[in-house]
């Protein structure tokens, strides 16, 4: 299994000047442990920190000097994090600062663990549950200026026509065969996520999802936030639940069957075009992990389209 990873700085390496910002925020006086987290595709901090008297906080830092994407994404992040209403099944925000050089975020530290993989059907159960509670907080959406869902994925959904345009030598033969239909696919796809007024947090995996001691369930990482369907979420982590391994029905119960079909195709032909790109700067892994998804989503088109 490949496993999304990105290659981090850690709390000493921030500036002194942003660590005692954050130590503000925090409170407590100093910083005395910090343990990074694995995982993700960010070159930036991701760590769990203990101040001098005890109080606990996640860290998230980067500069664009590490990655410029990564660094728009976390504004990104900051500002949706921010306005999510209380009650939400998401991390409590703590504070944070873009001084235009570091995004800062700065969240309650959530004791808990991610889902296991390959998935298990009780959390796979409860991760159904909990996305609908998730959309129920989310709709209509509290958040504005967003991007809608078609905006965000649209293109991307739309990439298995680079693919036609030259098709790889070590493409699926029947993929290859089904090109026309591929496209067709993800055409509905896209054209299914116009409707709706939710908030998606629109990368669900795994990785992104926390489960407290107590059995509950807290959605993380939110810099693709946007508008569309309250099915959305759902079917994008029956994806993970496929290429991981698991049953993906209770997450999508309810949701039209061509239209799991169109989503399920656009996410794969995004992740075997853009698995044959260069590496962007900081995240060596990201192109092995989408190619290992996009393999993964092949059999069960396959098996989708009666083949």
Request: hydrophobic share 45%; proline share 10%.
């Given at each position: 299994?490949?496993v999304?990873s990105?290659v981090?700085?850690g709390?000493d390496?921030?500036?002194?000047?942003?660590?005692?910002?954050?130590?503000?925020?925090?409170?407590g006086?100093?910083?005395v442990?910090?343990?990074?987290?694995?995982?993700?595709?960010?070159?930036?901090?991701a760590?769990?920190v203990?101040?001098?008297s005890?109080?606990?906080?996640?860290v998230?830092?980067v500069?664009?000097?590490?990655?410029a994407?990564?660094?728009?994404m976390a504004r990104?992040?900051l500002?949706?994090?921010?306005?999510?209403?209380?009650?939400?099944?998401?991390?409590?925000?703590?504070?944070?600062?873009?001084?235009?050089e570091?995004?800062?975020?700065?969240l309650?530290d959530v004791a808990?663990a991610?889902?296991?993989?390959?998935?298990v059907?009780?959390?796979?159960r409860g991760?159904?549950?909990?996305?609908?509670?998730?959309?129920?907080?989310?709709t209509?959406?509290?958040?504005?200026?967003?991007?809608?869902?078609?905006?965000r994925?649209g293109p991307?959904f739309?990439?298995?026509?680079?693919?036609?345009a030259?098709?790889?030598?070590?493409?699926?033969?029947?993929?290859?065969r089904?090109?026309?239909?591929?496209?067709?696919a993800?055409?509905?796809?896209?054209?299914a996520?116009?409707?709706?007024?939710?908030?998606t947090?629109?990368?669900?995996r795994a990785?992104?999802?926390?489960?407290?001691?107590?059995?509950?369930?807290?959605?993380i990482?939110w810099?693709w936030?946007?508008?569309?369907?309250?099915?959305?979420?759902?079917?994008?982590?029956?994806?993970?639940v496929?290429?991981?391994?698991g049953?993906?029905?209770?997450?999508?119960?309810?949701v039209?069957?061509e239209?799991?079909?169109?989503?399920?195709a656009?996410?794969?032909?995004?992740?075997?075009?853009?698995?044959r790109?260069?590496?962007?700067?900081?995240?060596?892994?990201?192109?092995?992990?989408?190619?290992?998804?996009?393999?993964?989503?092949?059999?069960?088109?396959r098996e989708?389209?009666?083949?």
């Open positions: 299994m490949v999304a990105g981090r700085i709390w390496d921030l500036p002194g000047p942003v660590r005692r910002e954050i130590e503000q925020i925090i409170g006086g100093p910083v442990a910090a343990e990074s987290q694995a995982g993700g595709f960010s070159p930036g901090t760590d769990r203990r101040t001098e005890g109080r606990r906080a996640f998230k830092a500069t664009p000097a590490l990655n994407d990564s660094a728009a990104a992040e500002r949706i994090s921010t306005a999510m209403p209380v009650g939400a099944p998401v991390p409590r925000v703590l504070g944070g600062f873009d001084d235009g570091w995004v800062v975020l700065v309650e808990g991610h889902p296991r993989t390959p998935w059907e009780a959390e796979i991760a159904a549950a909990a996305l609908r509670d998730l959309a129920a907080a989310l209509p959406a509290p958040i504005s200026g967003l991007p809608s869902a078609a905006d994925l991307a739309g990439e298995w026509r680079q693919v036609a030259d098709p790889p030598a070590d493409l699926d033969p029947w993929a290859a089904r090109l026309d239909d591929l496209c067709a993800a055409d509905r796809g896209v054209a996520l116009a409707a709706g007024d939710t908030v947090h629109t990368d669900l990785d992104n999802i926390l489960i407290r001691p107590d059995g509950r369930f807290v959605f990482d810099p936030g946007c508008t569309g369907p309250a099915w959305l979420d759902a079917t994008l982590l029956a994806i993970n496929v290429v991981h391994g049953d993906p029905g209770p997450l999508l119960a309810g039209d069957r239209i799991v079909v169109g989503v399920f656009g996410a794969a032909g995004y992740f075997l075009h853009r698995a790109q260069p590496a962007p700067p900081g995240l060596p892994t990201l192109r092995e992990f989408q190619r290992f998804q996009g393999d993964a989503l092949v059999p069960w088109l989708a389209f009666g083949d």
